[in-house]
């Protein structure tokens, strides 16, 4: 789904992109990777919090960046409000 998420055209990644995406209130969802720094699940942790934004922490860096075609990625956002609840279910599910 992310990867489908990705070729639409509607996922940022890395943390500059995922965090100018939140403050714009344009991210429908933040993903972040399971193997980031603490600093970096807080920062997103607060700042999703803030800006009311669906945050889940998933995977390795590894896998967050295959999962779009990258070779890894700390963190991504989903800009699209549908591909965001259908990948949201997804994680849910797993």
Same mark, same amino acid.
Not at 1 to 18: N, Q, R
């Given at each position: 789904? @992310?990867?489908?998420?990705?070729?639409?055209?509607?996922?940022?990644?890395?943390?500059?992109?995922?965090? &100018?995406?939140v403050k714009a209130g344009k991210a429908a969802l933040v993903i972040v990777s399971e193997t980031a720094s603490?600093?970096? &699940?807080?920062?997103?942790?607060?700042?999703? #919090?803030?800006?009311?934004?669906?945050?889940?922490?998933?995977?390795?860096?590894?896998?967050?960046?295959?999962?779009?075609? &990258?070779?890894?990625? *700390?963190?991504?956002?989903?800009? #699209? *409000?549908?591909? *965001? &609840?259908? @990948?949201?279910?997804?994680? @849910?599910?797993?």
């Open positions: 789904m @992310i990867g489908m998420a990705m070729k639409a055209g509607k996922v940022v990644s890395g943390e500059f992109a995922t965090e &100018k995406a603490e600093n970096t &699940k807080k920062k997103f942790r607060n700042m999703c #919090d803030y800006y009311r934004v669906p945050l889940h922490f998933f995977g390795e860096k590894e896998e967050l960046g295959h999962a779009i075609g &990258k070779e890894f990625r *700390a963190s991504l956002a989903v800009l #699209d *409000a549908g591909l *965001a &609840k259908a @990948i949201e279910k997804n994680l @849910i599910h797993e």
